[in-house]
C-alpha cells in the first residue's frame, strides 16, 4: 500500500507544492490537506509547509495553530504519527507546544534567502534516518523570523537528550541559539526545521539534491513500523 503524506495549506502558504513534489519524489503519495479540514483522509504523515500563513500576523504561526486541522495533528503526533514543520511550519509547531523554544525576528532585521550548509546532529529521527551523524548538506534558507530561541534550561536539556536535529554550519544566518537549525521532540517523530529541504530535491532547480532525505527517511521509517 502507498504511504500517503499529507502537505497542510494554510492561508498565505508559499512552499505547499514544493513539499508535495518532494513527497512524490521520495515516492510517497502527496495528499493535500486545507487548514479548516479537521480530517486527515487516512494519511501516515503530515508536513507543515513554508510560507506567510494568515500574513505573519500577531506572531509567526500564532494563528495557524488555531486552525481546525491543526486539534488533529496534535492529537495524533502525540499517538506517534511523524510530523515535520518546515519554516513556517517550524513556527506553528512551536505555537502549538508540540515543540519547545519559539523563532523571532532574526538579529539583523533582515529577511534571509541563501544556501545554507547544515550538520545533521540527530539521525535517529523519523525525518532523518536516511542522514548520518554529522553529515554535512547544503539546502536554501529564507526566513525573516527564523532565530531559534529558549531559555538555558530548555537549550540544555535539547542538548543532553540529542533532541538538536540540524546546526548552522560556516555561519549563523538568524543569530538562532548554540546555532540550532532544527529540533525533535522527545519521541524523535516531530521535527522542526528552519531551512527548506523541500527546495533541494532536484538537481535542475537545487542546489543539492541533499535535502531529499528528509522525505526518504519517513516513508523508511512508516514502512518499517
Partial sequence: MTTRVGVVTFPGSLDDRDAQRAVRLAGAEPVALWHRDKDLHQVDAVVLPGGFSYGDYLRCGAISRFSPVMDTIIEQAKLGMPVLGICNGFQVLCESHL????????????????????????????????????????????????????????????????????????????????????ITNAAGNVVGLMPHPEHAVEPLTGPTTEGLGFFTSVLKQLVNA
Fill in 99 to 182: 515543540l519547545p523554544g519559539a523563532l523571532t525576528r532574526n538579529d539583523s532585521l533582515h529577511f534571509i534567502c541563501r544556501d545554507q550548509k547544515l550538520r545533521i546532529e540527530n539521525a535517529g529521527t523519523a525525518w532523518t534516518r536516511d542522514y548520518s551523524a554529522g553529515q554535512e548538506i547544503v539546502v536554501p534558507l529564507k526566513n525573516g523570523e527564523g532565530r531559534f530561541v529558549a531559555d538555558e534550561h530548555v537549550l540544555d536539556e535539547l542538548e543532553a537528550e540529542g533532541r538538536v536535529v540540524a546546526r548552522y554550519l560556516d555561519l549563523n544566518p538568524n543569530g538562532s541559539y548554540r546555532d540550532i537549525a532544527g
